[in-house]
Structures are given as C-alpha cells and as structure tokens.
C-alpha cells in the first residue's frame, strides 16, 4: 500500500508524512534540494523530483498508489495574478493529469486541498482552486472505485509565505508591522489541525462537495 502526497517538499506534507509514519509513502515535488533534505529527515520515504503539470511526471508518480494526497499548489495570490500560466499549469493543468492516472491506477480515495478563496472568486489563484473542485466532482461521476474528497482551507499559522512569519521576523528586527485593516479578521489552523482535517475529510465527507468546517478566525488587538 503506497500513498502519493504532491507538493511533498511542503510546510504541510511534512507534518502530514509525520503522521503516515510506518506506511509506504512516495512523494513528488519540484525543489530538489527540499526533496534531499526530505530524504535524509525520513529515508524511509520515496521521493520523485518533477512537476505534475509534466504528464510523464504524473503518471510515474500515480503508479500504484493506494491513497493520493494532492497538496500541490501555486497558492501564492500577489504572483498568481503576475504568473496566470503557471498557477492555472499547476492548479488546474497537474490536477487534470492526476485525475486521468487515477481513472487507471483506481486508488481507494484522492483528496485535494482547496482554499476558502474559492468561495467567493476575485483572483485567479481561488479561480483555479474552483475549477479544480470542479475537476475533482467530475472525475467522482466517471470512477465510482475511488472517493473523491476536497477539503477547503483557511491559513494554515506559519506556512511558507504566512504573515505571521512576516510579522515574527518584523518584530525580531524592531520593524513596525504593517496590518491592511485593524478590523480584518483572517481565517486560520494550526499545521496539525489542518492534517486532522485531511483525514477527517475523507472518514466523514460523503462526496466530493467541498468540505468546510467551522474555521477558527482571528484578529489583530492593539
């Protein structure tokens, strides 16, 4: 039994390779030097090096597989909307190539973190993350072998690019931090919470309908 994560050099595949400990696990990423580091933190593991917008790639990496845990993403929303190709390749274009391998390969389940920017759409990173829910419904109708799970995230505290990080190192340097609207509130999970969430997803959720739990929020206090 092998389960895939994608986007396995992540902030969020670490913690979740963690939690798969003792189970046969293969992973697929584009930053070689994050998959080597990986490696040596758990040799146990298998890694591939690509990117799953490449068919070749996706294919190797689906052979197989008994679970998929698609965490790929290009999630950045200031350089998605600067680099349309390259978020719609890899949100949408890689999910495809997933999806088609997994129509052969038929893993017991194939679960994808989505965003709650695909609720309510104003950029072309929820854009991509929409359509790739819907991608995820459709394929649900063609293989009936495999569930189909999409769970919607908040942010996850100080993933790569997370303004706390920002914040954190702001104050360390005796910066001012800078806030867009002292009435905000932000959406958030811990690393942990969001990994109970992935497999609460695919216990509970009874279809590919977007998974949404109640999402602790926040706001700054001065």
């Not at 790639?57 to 190709?85: C, P, S």
Request: charged share 25%; hydrophobic share 45%; glycine share 6%.
């Amino acid at each position: 039994m092998t389960y895939l994560i994608t986007g396995g050099s992540g902030f969020l595949a670490e913690a979740l390779i963690v939690r798969l400990k003792g189970k046969a696990i293969r992973v697929v990423a584009r930053n070689e030097g994050n998959l080597v580091a990986l490696k040596e933190k758990h040799p146990e593991i298998e890694i591939l090096t690509g990117d799953i917008a490449d068919e070749w790639v996706a294919r190797k990496a689906m052979v197989g597989v008994t679970g998929v845990y698609h965490l790929a993403a290009f999630k950045h929303v200031g350089l998605a909307e600067k680099n349309v190709f390259e978020c719609v390749n890899t949100n949408i274009t890689g999910t495809i190539n997933l999806l088609r391998e997994s129509m052969t390969v038929r893993p017991s389940f194939f679960v994808a973190i989505s965003t709650d920017k695909a609720a309510q759409v104003v950029g072309v990173y929820g854009a991509t993350k929409l359509i790739m829910e819907r991608l995820i419904a459709e394929a649900e109708t063609i293989n009936s072998e495999t569930k189909y799970r999409t769970v919607r995230y908040g942010n996850v505290l100080y993933s790569t690019g997370s303004v706390l990080c920002k914040w954190r190192d702001r104050i360390l340097t005796n910066k001012e931090i800078t806030i867009t609207d002292g009435n905000a509130t932000r959406f958030f999970w811990t690393r942990e919470e969001a990994i109970d969430l992935i497999f609460k997803c695919i216990e509970e959720a009874k279809d590919s309908t977007p998974f949404v739990p109640a999402m602790k929020a926040m706001r700054c206090k001065f």
